[in-house]
């Protein structure tokens, strides 16, 4: 592979570059990978019109089924810039014997993008890479013929109404199935698991995808936020949380979240569910239990005595929500790869329980639906050989012309039903009353 290039371009805002290559390239192959300019998303990620595109379906010992970790390992071998999703049913390719439900849409879709545009959002300063000089030219000469204006306050794009969203599960059914949770937890089966629930509506015709995502980043903004377009399915989600990054030299950091409470425009009340939060047995123990399922997962693939928590249990405010959020540090042992370690995590201690396979066929009983990308992970290989993710929560998954969201609740032995249902519903507000 040729020596890849760099070169700066004049500063354009990332919603007129990617409405740009959408009107060129067509939407199909889009991947949008943002930040909200805070120190965490400070950077972003975009590329259009893939050189190739690696997808794998299926379950275990389904017709045509694919390891996607065994597809993961060849790219990352081949090297290039790789943008894409893996879904949180990919855990059947680690753990078999548990009760994973067939997800509709690719438990992998990566894409090779050469020139990939990359977003310094801090500093407004804008960088075109890749090994193609003709490519280069032209991507270059398409973002310089860009007005500098910055993007609109709203994009174009019939609102949901709220009301047309369909539950698969009911407020009473979820509190029911955290009852059912919590006699497992009692009986020493469990000591904790992430349960989600869904919503979806079907709309007239196909949305646009971008448009979606425009207004989704301008209310829910977040550090690891982002947008991926395969033929007529997206994935669009506002994720606070990272999964897991790697440096070229093999430093690792992870960042679960574990403890929520929404904001308040009265700033006492904001203070005071800010404060809740801090001291709350319930969810201090729960951020606590996932730092230690994180650690034992790095621990076998990174350097013995390399790991540590620099950031326990620690405040981190959004626009919509309060989170606790814990920060796990560790060195990649030289014979481990990038794939060896996400196989090593998956799928991530935060979005599913401890003990962690336990707690996925648990999980798996009382969820009615697969998650799909749902609890998995947007993701980059970086031609540098780094690598980032996030965990997609806070997302939305579209297929023609269903639109789904999902949300769920660390479950512990403390936790109450009722306020479980309750909380799944805040989380998922900022996501509907964006889109409406």
Wanted: proline share 9%; hydrophobic share 40%; charged share 20%.
């Amino acid at each position: 592979m040729a020596a890849v290039q760099s070169r700066e371009l004049p500063w354009r805002e990332p919603w007129t570059v990617a409405k740009a290559l959408a009107a060129h390239f067509g939407t199909n192959g889009l991947a949008w990978l943002d930040g909200d300019g805070s120190p965490l998303g400070a950077t972003a990620f975009l590329g259009a019109d893939p050189r190739e595109v690696v997808v794998c379906r299926g379950l275990p010992g389904s017709p045509g089924a694919r390891d996607p970790f065994l597809a993961l390992d060849d790219l990352q071998r081949r090297g290039g810039a790789w943008l894409g999703w893996l879904a949180y049913e990919a855990g059947a390719w680690v753990e078999p014997g548990g009760r994973w439900h067939h997800p509709e849409l690719p438990t992998l879709w990566a894409a090779r993008y050469d020139p990939l545009l990359r977003f310094d959002l801090t500093y407004r300063r804008l960088w075109l890479g890749g090994d193609d000089p003709a490519r280069l030219s032209a991507w270059a000469d398409l973002v310089a013929d860009l007005s500098p204006q910055q993007a609109p306050p709203e994009p174009p794009g019939q609102p949901i109404d709220p009301a047309l969203w369909h539950w698969h599960t009911s407020g009473a059914t979820f509190a029911a199935q955290v009852e059912q949770l919590l006699e497992r937890i009692a009986a020493g089966d469990l000591f904790q698991a992430n349960l989600t629930a869904c919503c979806e509506v079907l709309l007239p015709e196909p949305p646009d995808p971008l448009a979606l995502y425009q207004r989704l980043r301008l209310h829910c903004p977040a550090p690891f936020g982002g947008l991926v377009v395969a033929g007529d399915a997206a994935v669009l989600c506002a994720s606070p949380e990272r999964f897991l990054r790697v440096s070229p030299d093999g430093r690792i950091e992870t960042r679960p979240i574990k403890g929520t409470r929404p904001r308040h425009g009265d700033p006492e009340a904001d203070a005071a569910a800010a404060a809740a939060l801090i001291t709350s047995p319930k969810d201090r123990a729960e951020n606590v239990m996932i730092v230690d399922l994180l650690r034992n997962d790095l621990g076998r693939v990174c350097v013995p005595g390399s790991i540590q928590v620099p950031q326990l249990v620690g405040l981190e405010s959004y626009r919509q929500v309060h989170h606790l959020t814990s920060v796990v540090e560790g060195q990649l042992r030289a014979d481990r790869t990038v794939v060896e370690l996400l196989r090593a995590c998956w799928p991530g201690g935060s979005i599913s329980g401890a003990p962690k396979i336990r707690a996925c066929q648990r999980l798996g009983e009382l969820e009615p639906l697969a998650r799909g990308p749902y609890c998995g992970s947007l993701f980059r290989f970086g031609a540098d050989d780094s690598f980032d993710s996030n965990l997609l929560i806070r997302s939305v998954m579209l297929q023609g012309r269903r639109l789904r969201a999902h949300a769920g609740c660390g479950i512990v032995a403390d936790s109450d039903p009722a306020g479980e249902a309750e909380e799944l519903g805040w989380k998922l507000q900022p996501l509907l009353e964006a889109l409406a």
